[in-house]
């Protein structure tokens, strides 16, 4: 079984950087996918960005268009961890942010495809 822990949410101001961490226990991750999703207060949880891996091509990543060019996804599978590093944020990316992981290799953006999630950490930007 995996187990997800998010870390590094805070507040910030518009304008500022956070890296959020997901670090996994229980089972090395170095073969998932690991998602990055957001909930807004009111809203739907929805995707921002997950990165996959594969022994003969390394690493793949994908992002939603609200962050793309601003977030970066990437992987240290020494530490068995996954990092978002979020820079010019802004209040719209005000919400509780998680992290999920999948045995399916493919870049998948939808929920209900990952198999493990953490339990979220709070990211405010203020205006």
């Known amino acids: 079984q995996v187990q997800l822990v998010e870390s590094g949410g805070g507040l910030v101001q518009a304008g500022g950087s956070l890296r959020l961490s997901c670090a996994a226990s229980?089972?090395?991750?170095?073969?998932?996918?690991v998602g990055w999703f957001r909930q807004a207060p009111g809203k739907e949880r929805e995707f921002v960005s997950c990165?996959?891996?594969?022994?003969?091509?390394?690493?793949?990543?994908y992002y939603s268009d609200s962050v793309k060019g601003r977030f970066t996804i990437l992987r240290d599978n020494a530490k068995n961890t996954v990092y978002l590093q979020m820079d010019k944020l802004g209040p719209e990316d005000t919400a509780v942010y998680y992290c999920?992981?999948?045995?399916?290799?493919?870049?998948?953006?939808?929920?209900?495809?990952?198999?493990?999630w953490g339990q979220g950490t709070q990211v405010t930007v203020s205006s």
């Open positions: 999920a992981a999948d045995r399916n290799l493919a870049l998948i953006t939808t929920i209900s495809s990952y198999e493990h």
């Open positions: 229980g089972r090395n991750i170095n073969l998932h996918t």
């Open positions: 990165i996959n891996w594969s022994n003969w091509s390394g690493s793949r990543t």
